[in-house]
């Protein structure tokens, strides 16, 4: 791309996450190519991001109402969300600065807000919202309708849109007919960079994670979509053999199912007779540890006598909630397989990930030196080509090259009247629901 253009990510919540790694890669990639890069988001919490977030390599702005909560009496936590990213749009289409382009990622509600920016808007979609709620019940029904009828119009306001993969292509084309085109496929990155890196050894936090043991790793954020109690299940059918279950992934305290779900997981592996451990994230604080299942201990923040010693002798299962990137590297170079458990998933990164490291294949197939170090390469020569971040930076720019060739789409008096009554028939859908 010939010129340096000025982009800002709207993201709802850069915690930790696939979606989180997506757009943080993303706005890398594009500043390390000389465009300025700003993200925008209602929430960031310096304890539980990325570090490219945290440590200045990225500019973020937290733009939140103060007068939205995320719920109201436990419930309507969607119209809370919708109404939260309106203003946030809100901050970014009233900034000084004038960007050519603006990345939207998840949410596609405050798109028709984004218009007054006058920047031609890329909505990223990881997955259709519509195919993910629960409608059990005919109120729940009528709840949802306008939202899912919210969704679509607003994700149809955008000049642009991404999906991940060719699968959610095609489950976008089903779940939007309205929507006269299909998205482009937009394949998520990995740097590659940071898995060459070994683990730091002198790490303290990697006391916790020493064992003899055979490792056997699950990543996942704690979601009950994600389904990791099939692993603790099929874990627990292995019981004669000498391995630990290493359950990690994303864990926020401000996300109820997060807290709901781990408790759910040690509470399945002990009633199958397993025996549990939970790790507190680094830098916990006594309200984060008060929401762990009991028991739970701090990750070391300096090494400690016996520290040398196996760390999981007496422990089946270990969850990890919002482990480090050293962490993660570091289960990544002991285990003996990675299982992935997630139904119909869009795109995985974690199998992405465990084809990074050849040496995985050696170990788990038993392979000749020629045969696993062939498969190996194979493996990671693909990623590099399909998956690496300059192939995806490549991708990423000329996609929005070829947006800002096309006039933007739509007015934005439009979509604001469009978003309004939406919203509004959204409340008062849920007001009859609650009278019925």
Known sequence: MARRLSIAFVHPNLGIGGAERLVVDSALCLQQRGHRVVLYTMHHDPAHCFEETRDGTLEVRVCRSWLVPRSIGGRLHILCTILQSLALARSVATAREQFDVLFVDQLSAPIPLLKHAHAHILFYCHFPDY??????????????APFDLLEELTTAEADEIAVNSRFTQET???????IGRAPRVLMPALNLHAYDRPPDADDPALAVLRTGKRVVVSINRFERKKDVGMAIDAFAALRDCRACLVVAGGWDTQVAENIEYLSELE??????????????????TPAALAL????????????????????LESTDVLFLPSFTENQRAFLFSVARCTVYT?????????????M???????R??????????AMGAAGRERVQRDFSLDAYADRLERLIHEML????????VFGILMTLLIVFAAAAAFALASWL
């Open 405 to 412: 060739q096309r006039p933007m789409s739509s007015s934005p």
């Open 267 to 284: 509470a399945r592996a002990r009633s199958l007779g397993l025996r549990t451990r939970t790790v507190a994230p680094r830098g916990a």
């Open 342 to 354: 997630p139904t119909n998933e869009h795109l995985g990164i974690v199998p992405l990930e465990s």
């Open 131 to 144: 195919l993910l709620a629960r409608r059990d019940g005919p109120l729940r029904r009528l709840y949802r």
């Open 292 to 311: 762990l299942p009991a028991g739970a201990v701090r990750t070391p923040s300096f090494p400690a006598a016996g520290d040398d010693g196996d760390q």
């Open 356 to 362: 990074t490291l050849p040496g995985a294949i050696r």
């Open 172 to 178: 976008f084309r089903h779940a939007f007919p309205r």
């Open 364 to 373: 788990v197939l038993d392979a000749s030196g020629a045969q696993w170090a």
